[in-house]
Every structure is written in C-alpha cells, then in structure tokens.
C-alpha cells in the first residue's frame, strides 16, 4: 500500500548561518507522513493560536523524520517541533549538543499540506451573535471612534508641525530658548499622538480578528464565501486582510477559481456586522 | 573474544556515536532510539551466536563499528542497525525541493523501520537491507539469512577485500571531535576557534595534531597554519579518539 509522504527541504535558522559547527549537523530533508492525525494537530493548534490572537504556536512534535543523505539514514536524536502561524507551517528541530532549534523548514501554506482538504465557509449577515460579540462590537466602536479622534488631531498637528520643522532647521541657535522649547514640544507632542495612533490601530486590528473569529469561526487563511443576495454575486476569497469602517467588515485576499485553487486576482467583499439602525 | 565482551564494547562505543553526526564521511554502526536499544543488544547477541557458530570471526572498533569475517575469507563484511525507509532521492531531487520547498511523494514504508543491513568492506560495495520486528522477535534465523548472504556475495568477489584497520585515526575522526568539542563548550572553548577556521578553509591537505596544537597544511609552506588549543581541550580530544600513544610528538593524518 502507497503511503502519502510530504518531504520538506531544511535550512539554518538565520541567525545560525554565521555559525559552521550548526551546518554540519543540518539534515537533508524532513519527512512527514500525511495522516488525519497530521492534520488535526495543525487544526488543532490553529485553532488555538486564532484563539488567543497569538502569532505563531510552537508544539513539540514527533510527527516529522529527519533524513540524512550522507549518513544514509535518519536520525533518531533530533527533538521536532511544529511552527504554526495563522497561514502557514514550518518543522524546526534542534540535535544535542545544541539546546535551541537550528534548522527549520520554509513555512509553507497550510491548505498546499493538508492538500486541498480545505473547507470554504460561508459567511452571512443573519449570523446570530453572541452577547460577547456584541460586546466586542461595542469596544471595537468605541476604539475606532477614538482612533478617528487621535488620528484627526495627528494630522491637524501635522500641518502645523511641518512648517514649524523647517522653521527650526531654518533658524537653529537663532531663537530664543522658550520659542526652541515650543517647537520641541510640539514635536513630541506629535510623536506621542503618532505612536497611541500605532497602538490603537494595532488594538483595532486584533480586535477585529478576535470578533471575525468569534462570529464566523474564521482566521487569516481560511477559504470563506459570501452571497450577496440583492445581486446575486457570490465571492469565494482566501482570507488575508480585513479592516472595518462606518459598521462594515471589509474581507479581503486572493480569490478562489471555479476549480477550488488559489487564484491570482484579489477578490473582496463587505459585510455589515449589526443591523443598520 | 566472548559475545559479552562484544556487546560491553558496544554499548561503550554508543557513548562516542553521538561525535559521529559531525563526521564527514560517517561510520556504521548501531544507531537506535534508547527506547530499542535493549532489544536490538538482544538481537545482536542472537546474530554473533549464530555467527560464532558458524565460524566467523567478530570485532567492534572504537565508533561501534561492527565487522564480520567469515572463516577463510579475505573480505570483511560491515553490519549496521539504523533506521531506513524505501525512500529514493534522485540526483537533482535537491535542486527542485529548493525551488518548491515541500514534494508530495508515495512511498510503501512511510515511517521510517529499524533495519539490519550488511555490506562487504570493499569499494562500490552495495548494502544488503533486511527490516526487523523487534516487537515480534524475529531474530532467530537471522544471522544464518545474512551469513547465507555473505556467502552469495563472497562467491562474487574476485579480489580480495580492502584491510581493515580498526581503530586507525582519520582526519575526519580528529575533526568530528573537534566540531562536537566546539558545539559542546560554545565560544568560551578553543575547540571553537579552531572548528571555525577549518571550515571557513577553502583547503586544507595534511593535518597534524601535537601535544598542544592543530597544524594544517595549505597548498604552499606560507599557507600552513598552527592553531593552539588549551590543555583542557586538549584532553576533550585525547578522551573520544582512540590514540594509544600520545606521547608522540606529532601524530599525522591525511
């Protein structure tokens, strides 16, 4: 009986290039059998990391073999771990005497590896959600209405911080110390505004994902479908990107062909999360 | 020598093997999980009963390495236990793996089995590859298989088969210890230094080791280069190589 095998190619860990002694032990290739067992603990763990909004979960694996061409064998000695990321998968392993993983897989997508048993889920408006969704609706409003806040007096301070910058290049050591401390001032008045307006972009972003994620069950890399029923389009996309305005979701990222692949065209659709008022 | 002298040496040598995942070249030997290596010691006391038997001659080198020599013959066999698979890379399998990152392939064996394989000490010799179940203990008989195999393949051989010299020192060997010297002790060690300028030489011909340094020779006089280790390396590199005599003040190896 014919057993499916996915073979990865092995690479050092970047920062171990500058170091010889690791690319002695570095193995040719990493060999994982294609089970369901395979597949639910990629599932398992994604699911984990969407959860918890995390950027990658690392697992300690003994799913992966590691085979050396020039020992003709493989190797028993090598502790395996998994690297999960929202979209992708990567096997690194480390072999006594070293401590911390030193070669690693590329990562590659999880739909090419759990090979083409991804499901499409669709997406649609009449969802009933939870009250801890509506919840985080509610936070996410407020968060943005407040980013809008920050981001209007960023860039209201802006006009007058560009001018006030070729000023102070212009009259260096020519004003006096409190006007030289205004416009210090001013510039770092702007840089905090510009650094709480990262830091709630960021806030967004995430809490955006926690509530796509809540509500439709659904992360960065999962293949959705939406209906719109007034025109009758349906639009099947590899979810990459989303962002959220004026009460709707924009979900964004590569379209899906008629033949279940991953095209090349980007494809997006608009949902309204609450019944309009 | 006694099968338990035999197997002591071997469970000594399994200790060393570990210096071998720096090896260039490698060596045969026994390469199994600690979980199976109280089996496979049973299966191999099964094997040399039954080659003690039939008259063959047994002997285990410093890295574990283990030769059989048939009476009356002139050609030596290597034995390993390792793990294999039905896996066959081609030649340019590499070159399109990188371009791809990951294959999809089918192989019958998709785990990876433990595996006797026997193989005449001899140039463009091909292993002989017998999967074992341990779980099953199917070790009787198993010697007389591979010596029946031995035999198959002496009736072969022509010429006699190339000289064993156990326990000879290669340039590999010195500098597999001194890698799993560098990657055991870290920056602080001069083991590193030393493995550090090894490999970033594009060349290196003959290697000498002394009673405090690495000498290795470039393609001219003016290319040679004299690295020094510390005495406590020293005695690292003394304690895993199988040097009889290291009062000799220069010991060569090319």
Redesign the interface.
């Known amino acids: 009986m014919s057993h499916q095998v996915i073979c990865f190619d092995v690479n050092q860990f970047k920062e171990h290039e500058s170091e010889p002694v690791h690319r002695l032990t570095l193995p040719s290739y990493a060999l994982v059998e294609y089970t369901q067992a395979f597949k639910e603990c990629v599932l398992k763990n994604r699911q984990l990391l969407l959860e918890h909004n995390l950027q990658e979960v690392v697992v300690k694996t003994t799913i992966v073999n590691w085979f050396y061409d020039l020992h003709e064998r493989f190797h028993y000695g090598v502790d395996s771990f998994l690297h999960i990321t929202a979209r992708k998968i990567a096997f690194s392993g480390t072999m006594s005497p070293q401590v911390e993983a030193h070669f690693i897989t590329p990562y590659v997508d999880i739909e090419e590896v759990i090979l083409d048993d991804t499901e499409v889920v669709s997406l649609s408006r009449n969802t009933q959600y939870l009250p801890f969704v509506l919840s985080l609706i509610k936070e996410l409003e407020s968060k943005t209405e407040r980013y809008e806040e920050l981001s209007e007096l960023y860039w209201k301070l802006e006009e007058v911080k560009e001018p006030l910058k070729n000023l102070d290049e212009a009259c260096i050591n020519k004003l006096s110390l409190d006007a030289d401390s205004a416009l210090t001032k001013v510039i770092e008045e702007s840089n905090q505004l510009d650094a709480q307006v990262q830091a709630h972009e960021l806030e967004i972003e995430q809490l955006l994902q926690r509530i796509i994620y809540k509500a439709f069950n659904v992360g960065f890399g999962d293949f959705i479908s939406h209906a719109e029923s007034d025109k009758g389009i349906v639009t099947t996309l590899r979810f990459e990107g989303c962002y959220y305005h004026g009460g709707r979701i924009c979900f964004r990222g590569a379209g899906i062909t008629k033949t279940g692949k991953v095209g090349k065209r980007d494809a997006s659709f608009y949902l309204r999360l609450m019944a309009a008022p | 020598m006694n099968i338990q002298a035999l197997l002591s040496q071997l469970k000594k040598a399994r200790k060393r093997r ?1 210096i ?3 090896h ?3 060596r045969a030997g026994v ?3 600690n979980e199976e290596w109280a089996e496979c010691l049973n299966v191999l006391k099964q094997l040399f009963k039954e080659f003690k038997a039939a008259g063959c001659n047994i002997l285990i080198s410093w890295w574990g390495e283990i030769y059989i020599i048939p009476k009356e013959s002139n050609t030596a066999f290597e034995l390993k236990l ?4 039905d ?1 066959k ?1 081609g030649y340019h399998f ?1 070159d399109e ?2 371009k791809s ?12 089995q433990l595996c006797i394989q026997i193989k005449a000490y001899r140039n463009r010799a091909s292993w002989y590859v017998k999967p074992i179940d341990l779980v099953r203990g199917e070790s009787a008989g198993l010697g007389m298989h591979l010596f029946h195999e031995m035999m198959i393949r002496l009736k072969r051989y022509t010429t006699p088969g190339l000289e064993l010299h156990l326990d000879k020192i290669t340039r590999e060997d010195l500098l597999a210890v001194i ?2 010297g ?3 002790n870290g920056r602080n060690s001069s083991l ?1 230094n030393v ?2 300028q090894i ?2 030489r594009f060349y290196y011909g003959e290697i000498q080791l002394t009673q405090q340094s690495v000498r290795m020779k470039g393609y001219s006089a003016g290319l040679d280069t004299e690295l020094h280790i510390r005495q406590k390396d020293m005695a690292f590199i003394r304690k895993h190589l199988p040097i009889l005599d290291f009062e000799q003040s220069v010991i060569r190896l090319e």
């Not at chain 2, 390792?82 to 698979?85: A, C, E, I, P």
């Not at chain 2, 990152?101 to 990876?112: D, E, H, I, M, W």
Request: net charge positive; aromatic share 18%.
């Open positions: 570990i071998l995942s720096y260039a070249r490698g390469d199994v999980k390792s793990y294999q698979s896996l890379f590499k793996l990188k990152a990951f294959k999809v392939l089918s192989f019958s064996t998709p785990q990876p890698h799993y560098a990657a055991l590193y493995s550090r490999n970033s």
